[in-house]
């Protein structure tokens, strides 16, 4: 798992690097709802043309809270176009997303939109996934410097997994899952630095 961390961010500051950064050209955020469930995440966000942009968010935690664990790593790019100007207003945008997880024992899973989180209750699930969406957001400019920006988006994320039935152990249940799930790929209510 740490080998794959470190190919993503070689890849993400590869990407960074290669892009020149210029004046109401770079955005970057915090998305506070991620914040909320302790996860660390950060986004940047590119000006590539007058309407296009290129979003690139990640996001970390590696907790387990009260013998339920939430750990995972997730990348998602996201290619935008404004309808206006670039940071502000309506956008849509079409995003891949990419991580690994291991997540069990969790007190009140239950199914929801196409998941299959109750069997998180007893047993642990580890593994990684892919998928791809489409979103649509909005932002408001709140000063100079400072935007403010609501995104929801759509899609499937393909999964490959092993059951496990304790947090720390490595006896399986089950290995070689698959699930392919279609629902919300993407929830976000950003806090926006742009410079």
Known sequence: MIKSIRLTLAAVLVTLVGMSAQAQGVGLKTNLLYDVTAT????????????WSLDVSGNFNGWTIDKQTWKHWIVQP???????????????????IGGQFNWGHWKNASDFLGTHFSTLKDYRAQ????????????????????NFEA??????IQTWYDVYNCLDCASKVASDKKHTYYGPTKAALNLVYVF
């Open 40 to 51: 660390i995440n950060a986004g940047l966000e590119f000006g590539l043309a007058p309407k």
């Open 127 to 146: 593994g990684w996934g892919v998928g791809a969406g489409i979103a649509y957001g909005y932002t408001w400019i709140l000063n100079k410097h400072w």
């Open 78 to 96: 996201e290619a935008r176009y404004w309808f206006c100007d670039r940071f502000a207003g309506h956008f849509v945008g079409v995003h891949a």
């Open 151 to 156: 995104e929801i988006g759509i899609g499937f």
